[in-house]
């Protein structure tokens, strides 16, 4: 067996002046966390970590293309539209999931849409295209 320690609340969280009345309002949720935040510098340095590495795993439709080597010419034969039509689609913010699978697909790629419950374990939820 290995010795593993358990991990502790360094940032002592639970020391802070923030009451349960004040958490029950969840208007300025955000302004308590960020105020939270600037009296911990250990847990903002940290924040900003995770906040990094999620930004790192984020990306465009143009940046997935890009990472793939390929023009929107390219793109827009695969999916059978015209190049000004893959420029449109990538700068669109809400699109058919059946669209951003074509995409996804043309470019080489599978798409997954992974679906998390706080009170139940990760389920991928299918897209049909049809």
Do not use: C
Request: net charge neutral; no cysteine; charged share 30%.
């Amino acid at each position: 067996m290995t010795n593993r320690t358990i991990p502790t609340d360094t940032a002592k969280a639970a020391d802070t002046t923030i009451s349960d009345q004040d958490w029950a309002q969840p208007g300025n949720a955000h302004e308590r966390f960020k105020a939270l935040l600037g009296t911990k510098p250990r847990a903002k340095a940290r924040y900003d970590a995770v906040l990094a590495e999620i930004n790192s795993r984020q990306a465009t439709l143009r940046r997935l293309r890009e990472a793939r080597a390929l023009t929107q010419s390219t793109v827009a034969e695969l999916l059978d539209m015209d190049q000004s039509e893959v420029s449109r689609l990538e700068h669109r913010s809400d699109m058919l999931l059946s669209t951003l699978k074509r995409f996804v697909t043309a470019t080489g790629g599978e798409m997954h849409i992974v679906v998390t419950y706080p009170d139940g374990g990760p389920v991928e939820l299918l897209v049909d295209d049809r």
